[in-house]
């Protein structure tokens, strides 16, 4: 069954402090894998698609990679406005067109 | 600008109502879709619709109903038979259902009264 582990739960950085976020996934054969940023009380806003071991994408302090198990969404000195939930997502050929979302990672950058 | 528009924000529901959610796009997408979100969990699939006059249902379809009657549209009933609507709901669309990054609305969140 394929499944989407995002760690950790919740990760309160200073102001410049980078860090990243894990996502862990199992599908038998990738199509996919998305990366959402959710702000309280409103819908997922795309970010990023990657498709296959090695990508990676880029846009303002953040960058996205991808391995053949896990992704990592790097957040290079944040500010307080990148404060968000960052949602992981992952569709596999098995699924059909089921895309599988992890609960995200809940972020504080604190100024 | 293109998006996708739910309605209402906040809807509360009595015991033994039906109540409908609201979802318009105008991103000319095939695909539309509705999740439901609880704190803690990931998206779940409530039902999916790949083209007008089709739908299907996903993970947690009992006690919900959706239509597809034109391609802009995708409402959702939330029925009596769903014992525990209290969440926060999400309506997405994409190009297609193949490997396409689903563009959501800003959500309604329903109660019981």
């Known amino acids: 069954e394929d499944q989407v582990t995002q760690s950790p739960e919740a990760l309160r950085l200073q102001e410049g402090e980078s860090s990243s976020l894990n996502c862990s996934y199992t599908?038998?054969?990738?199509?996919?894998l998305f990366w959402y940023r959710q702000d309280p009380g409103k819908g997922p806003e795309f970010l990023f698609t990657l498709y296959s071991a090695g990508e990676e994408k880029e846009k303002e302090r953040l960058k996205a990679t991808l391995t053949k198990k896990e992704s990592f969404l790097h957040i290079t000195a944040p500010k307080p406005e990148d404060s968000a939930t960052y949602l992981c997502?992952?569709?596999?050929?098995?699924?059909?067109?089921?895309?599988?979302f992890g609960a995200g990672t809940r972020l504080f950058v604190k100024a | 600008d293109g998006g996708i528009t739910q309605s209402p924000k906040y809807l509360f529901r009595k015991e033994g109502q039906n109540v409908t959610l609201s979802c318009e796009q105008n991103?000319?997408?095939?695909?539309m879709y509705w999740y439901r979100q609880d704190p803690g969990q990931g998206l779940r699939l409530i039902y999916y619709?790949?083209?007008?006059?089709?739908?299907q249902k996903g993970d947690i379809a009992e006690g919900y109903s959706v239509s597809r009657e034109k391609k802009e549209s995708f409402p959702l009933t939330v029925t009596s038979a769903q014992k525990n609507p209290t969440a926060f709901y999400l309506c997405a669309s994409s190009i297609d259902t193949i490997n396409q990054p689903q563009h959501f609305g800003d959500g309604t969140r329903l109660s019981i009264l």
């Open positions: 599908v038998s054969g990738l199509r996919g």
């Open positions: 619709s790949q083209i007008v006059n089709d739908f």
């Open positions: 997502a992952v569709q596999g050929y098995t699924g059909g067109f089921k895309t599988i």
């Open positions: 991103l000319n997408h095939d695909a």
